[in-house]
């Protein structure tokens, strides 16, 4: 009597659990990869539909979707789907400047047993032949440019450099270009000065070349500076056409001899990274960065440069014996910002082994709650 009563009840638990098991959304996709197989760029997005069914007996419902790098997929089935009902997750690819075979990804989360998908969608992407406007990307009006930003990442402080921008005319009429606001450490000159406009029937008028010349022993500074010159087409000048042109200056110590070198100065830090911790916005922190000249020679302090929302002091003296030792007291100013910090102070000297060196401050700022 009791073996038959025990095995009624693991008959009706195994039927309850098998019912609750029952009772619950399921999903099924009609297809779970699509190939769009071969595409030229220019045909643009490509959207694939994927539909499912809730095989289930209980409403289902899409949680999340989730696209990799390069396909978007925000367009999907938001309402609850009945049991018997049908949904769908459309998937789209932007082939622009992706040229070549992809193969990308798109996670659904929703309400089921296995609440994870993953839907695949691949291609290939045959690249579109490239214009003018691919090589000279730029526009100053009808004026195309490979760049607006000219950058020598090396200079020397007793060299001078010169590079060239590439530049074409795609109006119907000629252009006469000139420059305006030129430091004297930047010559710069296009030829030819007026490029003739493009004719009937052809995609671009003339080309041309913008020469820059940086000399770094004019400029009389150190390392990264930046310099903006205005772009005057015909006379009229628009404050958003300008060039940029920048150079990191470092000084020339090829020229020392290895005595010479054997008796530099040699600028040491006790710690290069201050981490403040955690303050309120609003709050200041200091540090004094100490150091000392471990070198044979006078070390001298060139320049002394802090990123956004930092000071540093310059030192008592910017002269600094052998043996001697001294600080930069730099300061962080938390007001208007929020969470981490990473800010840098450079210190640029005349010690050949390392001319210049990234001071560190870290720390993390928490809101002021009113």
């Not at 289902?60 to 997929?73: D, F, M, P, Q, R």
């Not at 000139?178 to 004297?184: A, G, H, I, R």
């Not at 930069?328 to 910090?341: D, H, L, P």
Request: glycine share 8%.
């Amino acid at each position: 009597m009791k073996r038959t009563f025990l095995l009624s009840a693991l008959s009706l638990v195994f039927s309850i659990v098998m019912v609750a098991q029952t009772q619950q959304p399921a999903i099924s996709w009609d297809k779970t990869t699509h190939n769009f197989g071969s595409f030229k760029e220019e045909a643009g997005t490509q959207t694939a539909t994927f539909t499912f069914t809730n095989t289930g007996s209980m409403p289902l419902y899409i949680t999340n979707v989730k696209a990799s790098c390069g396909c978007t997929a925000t367009e999907y089935t938001k309402e609850p789907v009945q049991p018997g009902g049908k949904g769908f997750v459309k998937a789209t690819y932007d082939p622009r400047n992706r040229p070549g075979k992809f193969n990308k990804s798109i996670t659904v989360t929703a309400n089921t047993e296995n609440p994870t998908t993953m839907l695949r969608i691949e291609g290939d992407v045959t690249p579109r032949e490239k214009g003018i406007e691919d090589y000279y990307p730029k526009a100053f009006g009808d004026v195309r440019l490979r760049t607006s930003h000219l950058a020598f990442t090396k200079v020397y402080n007793n060299q001078t450099v010169t590079d060239t921008i590439g530049i074409v005319n795609m109006g119907a009429d000629p252009v006469t270009i000139t420059f305006e606001n030129v430091p004297s450490h930047i010559t710069i000159s296009v030829k030819p000065e007026k490029l003739a406009g493009k004719k009937p029937n052809e995609k671009n008028g003339e080309m041309g070349i913008i020469t820059v010349t940086y000399d770094g022993k004019k400029k009389n500074d150190w390392g990264f500076i930046m310099d903006r010159v205005d772009f005057v087409i015909n006379g009229e000048k628009n404050t958003q056409n300008r060039l940029s042109i920048s150079a990191t200056i470092e000084e020339d110590f090829s020229h020392l001899t290895p005595d010479e070198l054997a008796n530099a100065p040699k600028i040491e830090f006790e710690s290069t990274d201050f981490e403040f911790g955690t303050i309120k916005s609003g709050e200041k922190s200091s540090f004094n960065f100490v150091f000392k000249n471990t070198g044979k020679s006078d070390l001298v302090i060139r320049k002394i440069k802090a990123s956004c929302g930092c000071t540093a002091t310059n030192p008592e003296k910017m002269i600094i014996k052998p043996g001697e030792s001294s600080y930069i007291t730099a300061t962080f100013n938390s007001a208007g910002k929020r969470g981490s910090q990473n800010k840098t102070i450079t210190v640029i000297t005349n010690d050949p082994s390392q001319s210049s060196v990234v001071l560190k401050i870290i720390g993390n700022v928490e809101e002021v709650n009113n």
